[in-house]
């Protein structure tokens, strides 16, 4: 494993647009200066771009958002959500039941709950929906811009975190600090990198707190 001082070397963070994103993804953006969000990629199956996840009481379950048949190597911009499954109600009564208890449910939920009584089109028109509400509750101030176009490499003073976080390596590697354990429900057995949602709805206004206070040492497979 070979370690970075992020902040020392870069300035900028290029990384792709998560669905309700995890945690290591919102500690990452806290500790940049700037973030650019690639707009101009093509859509890659099987990662954290339509799909977070949540602890319920039974087990850990993934929140996918169903997208059209034929995506593969398409525009991430240009991506349509299968409006034909129900997937709004499912992930709301998932959230509900899984963090329904939790002590700042009620104060956070009124932030998200009209993101799931809307028809979304496009996924890349949630995600950003999702990332800017998620930016206000963590008060993330970090100016955050979309890309212009396709950068096959990082720019000076870039850190390209772009498909470096992987729903595989969930839990095991994290590439902007290490686990800190907080409290969540169900059960004593912390879980980690789950959905910034998890640690809002379990830890409240103490979720700021937590972000910046990992350590800024991103770990990295080589």
């Not at 707009?39 to 850990?60: D, F, G, L, P, W």
């Not at 169903?66 to 129900?86: A, F, M, S």
């Not at 990332?131 to 212009?148: G, H, Y």
């Amino acid at each position: 494993m070979e370690k970075y001082q992020l902040p020392h070397q870069s300035s900028e963070l290029l990384i792709e647009l998560q669905y309700l994103p995890c945690l290591d993804y919102l500690t990452g953006i806290a500790q940049f200066g700037r973030v650019s969000i690639e707009a101009e990629e093509h859509y890659q199956k099987q990662s954290y771009r339509n799909r977070c996840y949540v602890r319920t009481a039974n087990k850990i379950e993934a929140l996918t958002v169903p997208v059209e048949r034929g995506t593969h190597h398409q525009p991430i911009r240009d991506l349509r959500i299968d409006g034909n499954q129900r997937w709004q109600q499912q992930h709301w009564r998932t959230l509900t039941a899984a963090y329904g208890r939790s002590p700042f449910f009620e104060y956070y939920a009124p932030y998200l709950a009209p993101v799931y009584e809307r028809d979304w089109p496009f996924l890349f028109d949630l995600n950003w929906e999702l990332l800017t509400i998620c930016l206000k509750l963590f008060q993330i101030k970090t100016p955050v811009v979309l890309t212009d176009w396709y950068q096959t490499e990082a720019g000076p003073g870039q850190f390209d975190a772009r498909s470096r976080l992987i729903p595989q390596n969930r839990g095991h590697t994290q590439l902007f600090g290490h686990t800190v354990p907080y409290e969540q429900n169900f059960g004593p057995d912390f879980v980690p990198n789950l959905s910034g949602v998890d640690l809002l709805f379990c830890q409240g206004p103490a979720a700021r707190e937590y972000l910046v206070s990992r350590e800024s040492a991103a770990v990295i497979a080589t």
